[in-house]
């Protein structure tokens, strides 16, 4: 925590949404960086094929150590740079994993199962897959057609004014076609 020049601890201020935002930008950033990065990785290990341009991956057993050498050290430099910002993305992303929990958004998986359990020990928690105490939500829906049966209706009740409307202006044109006769 933040100390202030008298020795005391500040107060605590949260992220504000804004920040937050902000901070998940910098982390998409981070993450299009990691793949740049191992894509430069694997560039260092080829070499370019001066009659076509295309990348030919080396396969260790050239006769020149200096290029080897400056391979390998391009592609150490790569991956560490590489490590170091996966070990930078996943240590914000915790951040604001634990700024959710903390907020109430989200509850950690490892939190208190006892709270969220029912008398036979199954918990009242959704697992993500549809499941909610042992019970598959998606299979009791399907289970049900009401919602299909509601939009059937609906739609012969669309096609029933449709057809009718059609029928009252056949019946207009037709009323004038026979006082013309």
Same mark, same amino acid.
């Given at each position: 925590?933040?100390?202030?020049?008298?020795?005391?601890?500040?107060?605590?201020?949260?992220?504000?949404?804004? =920040?937050?935002?902000?901070?998940?930008? =910098?982390?998409?950033?981070?993450?299009?960086? #990691?793949?740049?990065?191992v894509?430069?990785?694997?560039?260092?290990?080829?070499?370019?094929d001066?009659?076509?341009?295309?990348?030919?991956?080396?396969?260790?057993?050239?006769?020149?150590?200096?290029?080897?050498?400056?391979?390998?050290?391009?592609?150490?430099?790569?991956?560490?740079?590489? #490590?170091?910002?996966?070990?930078?993305?996943?240590?914000?992303?915790?951040?604001?994993?634990?700024?959710?929990?903390?907020?109430?958004?989200?509850?950690?998986?490892?939190?208190?199962?006892?709270?969220?359990?029912?008398?036979?020990?199954?918990?009242?928690?959704?697992?993500?897959n549809?499941k909610?105490g042992?019970?598959?939500?998606?299979?009791?829906?399907?289970?049900?057609n009401?919602?299909?049966?509601?939009m059937?209706?609906? #739609?012969?009740?669309?096609? =029933?004014?449709?057809?009718?409307?059609?029928?009252?202006?056949?019946g207009?044109?037709?009323?004038?076609?026979?006082?013309?006769?």
């Amino acid at each position: 925590m933040a100390t202030t020049g008298d020795g005391e601890d500040a107060p605590f201020v949260p992220f504000t949404t804004a =920040e937050r935002i902000q901070q998940l930008g =910098e982390v998409d950033e981070s993450i299009v960086s #990691l793949l740049r990065t191992v894509g430069a990785a694997i560039q260092s290990l080829g070499k370019k094929d001066a009659g076509n341009g295309d990348v030919v991956m080396n396969a260790g057993n050239e006769d020149s150590d200096d290029d080897e050498t400056g391979e390998d050290a391009a592609f150490k430099h790569h991956m560490n740079d590489f #490590l170091r910002t996966l070990r930078s993305v996943n240590v914000r992303m915790k951040r604001q994993i634990w700024g959710l929990e903390e907020a109430g958004i989200i509850k950690s998986s490892d939190a208190n199962a006892a709270d969220t359990t029912d008398e036979n020990g199954k918990t009242l928690e959704p697992d993500g897959n549809g499941k909610i105490g042992g019970m598959d939500v998606g299979w009791l829906n399907s289970r049900s057609n009401k919602v299909e049966r509601d939009m059937e209706s609906e #739609l012969w009740d669309q096609a =029933e004014a449709f057809l009718r409307g059609m029928l009252k202006k056949d019946g207009a044109g037709a009323g004038e076609d026979s006082k013309m006769d």
